[in-house]
């Protein structure tokens, strides 16, 4: 029987590029200039 491990799992090496890879700034910035600037429901 063969034993998956998720933490070396393709899904998750793909994620974590992903993840390395986003400007968190620049994804915030986008959001408060979608919402104009009002931070509400959070």
């Known amino acids: 029987m063969a ?20 400007d968190a700034n620049l994804l915030v910035q986008e959001h408060l200039d979608q919402c104009d600037y009002k931070v509400c429901g959070y």
Do not use: F
């Not at 034993?3 to 590029?17: A, I, M, S």
């Open 3 to 22: 034993r998956l491990e998720l933490k070396n799992h393709q899904v998750w090496q793909d994620l974590t590029e992903i993840l390395q890879s986003l």
